[in-house]
């Protein structure tokens, strides 16, 4: 079935004079976005001083995705944060990029996921069999605990000492808030000054940056091992045959880290609470999980069996996808969705956006894992369905977060039922992800003698 709607361009109404529509995207930004496409398939907006578009049509967000070329990474937001992130995979240029990304592909492969997979168990293991009956936890909190730490004992390698580890996971927070504030609110020198906030993020840095120096040093100390951390110290530039330094190796490891925690945690954490609120869902992925794991500790083994379990994830993924916006920038004189765009135009596309369609994803505010077996992501419109990006920038790690998520989703309610607080809400904060803030939840053991 074709869904493909006459191109038109338009203009979002509402600008304000230097701000743009920089108050709408800061205050409502969900509502806004999701407002756009009735002004046409690319839609002009002001981001401050700076014009971008808004790419509102599937098939024209596919384009711009699969042509990494023409619409490369780039945008007032983007050169920011490149200028704390370095030339990383997510940061780099498409030439840069093309090497980088052959050369660490490798490390997300089905063996090395399988691998992984033994990591995401122990930790799940770990969460769970600290709960207690009754026990009041913040699974947001307890879910990115979980995520970092089976995210950073993956990509720094098992030989990781386990100090290290725990280093990186202790300053990773306080580095990545201040990398976001200093991005969405660039205040320049006043970072320089010593005040509590900046002297706690300048020590976080430096704690960081030394604890990832030092497993950098005891691997090239030790060379010949097949983890992400070897694939980066024996990788060399395509054009130049030049390998990377300690920096850039740093740099690849604390994004990777940095892309790899709270996308996830979020999407548990939304998870847990839209199945709290839809019992008929929640008593599904009980039957299922009961029927294929009967309490124990979820593999990748059991990945067929949670079929419906599956399905909440992607559901999760489509009505909240934790990654919702992200710029591109033309390189050269192009057209799109039928308009002409000149070199270094910016471009948004937000997968919140495209996802919320409702001539694609019928009442699409409604949690509803069931469209996926009514309609499969396979058959929608290219562009369509798109939290994880696509084209060759999309998420590299993709699987590893579908079968993390799955899995984790699935040990924790063969064991546990997450009940909120009465009369208690979720509110959505939009910031670099998007996710639910802290969400109390009261733990209630499973198992014939406890439900009721
Ligand atoms: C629910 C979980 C996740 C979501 C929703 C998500 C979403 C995304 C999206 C949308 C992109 C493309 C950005 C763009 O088009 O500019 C991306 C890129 C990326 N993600 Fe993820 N991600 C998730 C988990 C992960 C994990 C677990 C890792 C690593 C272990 C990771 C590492 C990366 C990296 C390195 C890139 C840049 C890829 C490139 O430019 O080649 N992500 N992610």
């Not at 407002?35 to 790419?55: E, F, K, N």
């Not at 599956?310 to 004189?333: C, H, K, M, Q, S």
Request: with cysteine.
């Amino acid at each position: 079935m074709s869904t493909k709607l006459p191109s038109r361009t338009g203009k979002a109404p509402g600008a304000w004079p230097l701000l743009g529509h920089a108050w709408q995207l800061h205050s409502r930004p969900l509502e806004f976005l999701s407002s756009l496409p009735a002004h046409g398939d690319l839609v002009r907006i002001g981001m401050g001083p700076w014009p971008a578009y808004v790419v509102c049509e599937p098939e024209a967000a596919h384009r711009m995705l699969t042509d990494s070329r023409t619409f490369d990474k780039g945008g007032p937001f983007f050169d920011k944060a490149r200028v704390l992130f370095g030339s990383s995979l997510p940061m780099a240029g498409w030439r840069e990029h093309r090497w980088q990304r052959r050369q660490m592909q490798p490390a997300f492969q089905s063996d090395r996921i399988e691998r992984y997979a033994v990591v995401m168990g122990e930790e799940v293991d770990r969460m769970t069999s600290r709960w207690q009956p009754g026990l009041r936890v913040d699974v947001t909190d307890a879910l990115t605990t979980l995520t970092l730490r089976i995210v950073t004992r993956s990509v720094l390698g098992a030989e990781a000492q386990d100090e290290a580890v725990a280093e990186v996971q202790q300053s990773l927070h306080t580095v990545i808030d201040g990398i976001y504030q200093r991005v969405m609110l660039p205040l320049g020198p006043l970072y320089r000054l010593p005040t509590p906030a900046n002297r706690r993020y300048r020590r976080a840095c430096v704690r960081l940056h030394r604890a990832i120096d030092g497993i950098i040093a005891a691997r090239r100390a030790a060379p010949g091992g097949d983890d992400l951390v070897s694939m980066l110290l024996a990788a060399t530039n395509d054009d130049t045959g030049a390998p990377m330094t300690d920096t850039d190796i740093r740099d690849q490891l604390m994004v990777m880290i940095g892309a790899g925690f709270e996308t996830t945690a979020n999407s548990l954490a939304f998870a847990l609470w839209l199945l709290s609120r839809h019992p008929d869902v929640e008593s599904r992925v009980h039957d299922e999980v009961d029927r294929t794991l009967a309490g124990r500790t979820a593999t990748t083994a059991d990945l067929d069996g949670l079929t419906h379990t599956r399905r909440v994830i992607n559901e999760v993924l489509r009505l909240y996808p934790a990654g919702w916006f992200f710029t591109r920038v033309t390189t050269t004189d192009t057209t799109l969705a039928g308009h002409q765009l000149p070199k270094g135009t910016a471009l948004l596309y937000s997968a919140y956006l495209l996802q919320h369609r409702p001539e694609l994803f019928p009442d699409p505010e409604r949690f509803d894992p069931d469209r996926w077996a009514a309609r499969p992501a396979e058959t929608l419109p290219r562009g369509a369905h798109v939290p994880f990006g696509g084209g060759n920038r999309k998420c590299i790690g993709d699987q590893f977060a579908l079968i993390e998520m799955t899995l984790a989703l699935a040990t924790v309610c063969a064991r546990w039922r997450l009940v909120p607080d009465p009369g208690s809400t979720m509110t959505v904060r939009v910031r670099g992800t998007l996710g639910p803030g802290p969400l109390t939840m009261t733990c209630r053991p499973r198992g014939k003698a406890s439900e009721g």
